[in-house]
């Protein structure tokens, strides 16, 4: 999360699109906030997860028909936001990413697809004059990660669903396959 929104250089007071609101779109969430983003909006396809993102401050909505970019759109007073974040590792989060960006924004494509292609809408981006960035999971960010937690910046209880018994591991990896909650936690101690 640290080493995308750096990518996608997030100035306070800016916008920022946040197309994934898993575990990792949920730290992006607080981490825009805690730098001075005035608006941020989010997707997912989980409702429990559209409303952990509006919980934290989000303009948060439910992927469902291409109506979200939309409502998003329309809670961004129809401008579109400074800078976008891709974390679903899905095409159409990156098309929504580059149609709501503004024009000479910023894409980060962040998510890890299935395969090992993506899609990118080129005529768009083209057109906007859109940078495209992409971001491999983490770059030199455990001490900051680290001192973010410790101050109390970020709420990582946020980013957690269940916690389990290391004895539990089975039920914990099923219910993590599932997608029921957020990140999954195994207690190691009594």
Do not use: C, W
């Not at 409303?51 to 998003?72: I, K, M, P, Q």
Request: avoid cysteine; proline fraction near 4%; charged fraction near 20%.
């Amino acid at each position: 999360a640290i080493h995308a929104l750096r990518l996608a250089r997030l100035g306070p007071g800016d916008s920022i699109g946040i197309f994934g609101a898993g575990p990792i779109g949920l730290l992006l969430i607080q981490l825009a906030l805690a730098s001075g983003a005035t608006t941020v909006v989010a997707t997912y396809r989980l409702p429990h997860r559209v409303a952990a993102a509006r919980a934290l401050g989000a303009v948060a909505e439910l992927v469902t028909d291409g109506s979200e970019r939309a409502a998003l759109l329309e809670a961004t007073g129809g401008e579109g936001v400074d800078t976008a974040i891709e974390i679903a590792g899905e095409d159409d989060a990156i098309g929504a990413a580059i149609e709501l960006v503004k024009p000479a924004g910023i894409v980060v494509v962040a998510g890890i697809p299935e395969g090992p292609t993506v899609t990118i809408t080129g005529a768009s981006a083209r057109r906007k004059g859109l940078d495209l960035r992409f971001a491999r999971r983490m770059n030199r960010v455990y001490p900051t990660a680290i001192e973010l937690v410790t101050r109390g910046r970020v709420d990582l209880d946020a980013v957690v669903g269940d916690r389990f018994a290391l004895a539990d591991a089975p039920v914990a990896l099923a219910s993590a396959s599932r997608r029921e909650g957020h990140k999954v936690v195994l207690l190691t101690g009594g």
